[in-house]
């Protein structure tokens, strides 16, 4: 009878202080990571919000409500931003995609020499996007850079001019220098992954008669579409708020040709003050966003639903 009374009484608040202890625990580790993430993100975030509804002047806002999102219907040059930011963004992730695919497919073989290729092929996710920018913005002026003349003696060009100066063209310029910048994020992830498939399943698919091309459709890929799945959304998130390059190598221009979601927010709020108007865009980006990672999230849980 003395033990059940220590056992209910004395020493059930001990126990009852410890499992307390140990439910509050682990959020006391997590809450510098957490103060810190409300601090730089979700602050900053609730700010911008707020700052969509007002309209800034030089030394004064006042409220509009809804306004800067009205203005943005009737905004030519945001329209123009909007398709400038998805020829942009699905144009560099498709070329970066199955570029990076290649590269780690080959990287996953043994070779001699294959680590300097390593080396090499990751080297451009090392270098920062300004100086990036700025390399591309060299190689492709005819005057110090050798790229146009290239382009000029195998025939793809009429003759050496700059193609960030053509509003036809200028776009492409970006582009190639994003590709070049984005590579070997798609090599590392997807090379990672090609490394945790098991060597059994190519083997026994060989040894059944299965060709190369039928083992990497039945055997690789399902491996790897879980990660295609994340890396493809991640870059995609990071190429439509990625402003560096364009702003770095065209600033926009010529002609709005080069001009970006991001970059249109950018001259929004630092070049015309206009940072409520800039704020209302920024969340039209940011409502595009989560739609885009919504639907993707959704059809690859479909997909997992209809192949377990």
């Known amino acids: 009878m003395t033990y059940a009374v220590s056992e209910t ?11 307390a202890f140990a439910a509050v625990e682990p959020w006391l580790y997590l809450s510098p990571a957490i103060v810190l993430l409300i601090a730089v993100l979700l602050v900053p975030l609730v700010i911008g919000i707020g700052y969509s509804f ?3 002047s030089a030394f004064k806002s006042e409220y509009v409500g809804l306004g800067q999102y009205e203005a943005m219907l009737s905004d030519p040059l945001l329209g123009q931003a909007l398709f400038n930011t998805l020829w942009w963004t699905v144009a560099s992730l498709f070329f970066q995609f199955f570029l990076g695919l290649g590269l780690a497919l080959l990287l996953d073989k043994p070779f001699t020499g294959r680590r300097v290729v390593q080396a090499v092929v990751f080297l451009p996710w090392a270098v920062p996007s300004f100086l990036s920018g700025l390399t591309w913005a060299w190689l492709f002026n005819p005057i110090v850079g050798p790229l146009p003349h290239w382009l000029y003696a195998l025939g793809l060009m009429s003759a050496p001019n700059n193609i960030l100066s053509d ?3 200028a776009m492409w310029g970006p582009i190639i220098a994003n590709v070049w910048f984005g590579i070997p994020f798609f090599a590392i992830t997807l090379l990672a992954a090609l490394k945790s498939i098991p060597g059994e399943l190519h083997e026994a ?3 059944d008669g299965a060709t190369p091309w039928q083992r990497f459709t039945k055997v690789t890929l399902p491996f790897l579409a879980p990660t295609i799945a994340i890396t493809v959304m991640l870059r995609t998130i990071w190429i439509a708020t990625f402003a560096d390059l364009i702003f770095v190598m065209t600033a926009g221009g010529p002609a709005g040709s080069t001009n970006t979601v991001p970059v249109y927010i950018y001259v929004s709020a630092f070049k015309s003050l206009d940072k409520g108007y800039a704020s209302a865009v920024a969340v ?3 409502v595009l966003l989560i739609l ?3 639907v993707l999230i959704g059809i690859r849980r479909t997909l997992t639903r209809h192949t377990s």
């Open 292 to 294: 885009y990672a919504a």
């Open 167 to 169: 509003p036809g063209t």
């Open 284 to 286: 039209l980006l940011l």
């Open 9 to 19: 009484g004395s020493a059930g608040r001990p126990r009852r202080g410890r499992f």
């Open 205 to 207: 698919a060989a040894i």
């Open 54 to 56: 007002r309209k800034f």
